[in-house]
């Protein structure tokens, strides 16, 4: 496995697209770019819950989880990792004709992959559906966890705790059984959080 890349979010389209050169052949790296893109559109003007980054780092910062730490190369779980939220939290993608152009465009195991990681139903039963689903789609869904846990700061403290007690209820047993790294990094994140939180409780103008 690979260790943490720093700096993820100054990753641009040329920087991404040489990670994926001589990784794969060279029709998959454009289909990969062509999600890369295609995200980024989907999520244009949207920001992320701290108001200062925009919502496309999101997807971004969790495909390159997956080249960067778990050194997964498949493009089908790169290209879904890149669309997982278009079907939820873009303008793009929320007509039947719209999602079948992600199927024709990208194939069927890609449209199945969003469509297992789209939470369209009571988040308990969403888990389920997920660990009950083929190892790769459970790794997508964790490696979505363990960004979003890293991001958690920008967050107001309410929703960090939210958050935490979610991670340790659902995915932390989850991860256990999936990925010994991704288990690794999504406690390692949620116990800093956790320290984060115990300081700023001493500094009472700091929290939120």
Known sequence: MGGKVKNQERIGSKEFEQKLVGKMPPEHVRQVMLAYRLAKYGHRNQMRDDGKTRFFVHPKNAAL???????????????????????????????????????????????????????????????????ASDEKSQILKLVDRLHNVRSLKGCSRNKRRRKINETRRYFLPWARKISPYLYNEIKKTIEELERYDARRRWLPWKNR
């Open 65 to 131: 989880i997956l080249i960067d730490e778990l050194e997964v190369f498949d493009p089908e779980m790169i290209i879904a990792e890149l669309l997982h939220d278009m079907m939820e939290d873009s303008h793009l993608l929320i007509s039947d004709e719209e999602w079948s152009d992600v199927e024709f465009i990208f194939g069927k195991v890609v449209a199945n992959y969003v469509a297992l990681l789209t939470k369209d139903v009571a988040k308990e039963k969403y888990i389920k559906r997920l660990r």
